[in-house]
């Protein structure tokens, strides 16, 4: 069993940032992928961005340059930094780890 605890939600006003982390209970390197999710109200759950095992990222294609995915190996946390945020990135935003998903944060962006 794998534990997944983000952090760094909260609300913002548009223009601003905010750096969400995710640290694991086991060794993150130990994973092929992880991965940022989103999920705004009434709406499915979408990739916001990955990272491989290896370091390649990926991203929707509409976050690209605003988001960025990153990771700290000894600290088994991966990151998600978020620049000029928009009210439409307002979701809760999960983190995942092969089947393993985290609780999710509220990430709100007031106009």
């Known amino acids: 069993q794998v534990q997944l605890v983000e952090s760094g939600g909260g609300l913002v006003q548009a223009g601003g940032s905010l750096r969400l982390s995710c640290t694991a209970s086991?060794?993150?390197?130990?994973?092929?992928?992880m991965g940022w999710y989103r999920q705004a109200p009434g709406q499915s759950r979408e990739l916001v961005a990955s990272i491989t095992r290896s370091g390649i990222t990926n991203y929707a294609d509409s976050l690209k340059g605003r988001f960025a995915i990153f990771r700290d190996i000894a600290k088994n946390t991966l990151y998600l930094q978020m620049n000029n945020l928009q009210p439409e990135d307002t979701a809760v935003y999960y983190c995942?780890?092969?089947?393993?998903w985290g609780q999710g944060t509220q990430v709100t962006v007031s106009s």
């Open positions: 995942r780890a092969h089947a393993y």
């Open positions: 086991r060794g993150i390197f130990s994973f092929d992928s």
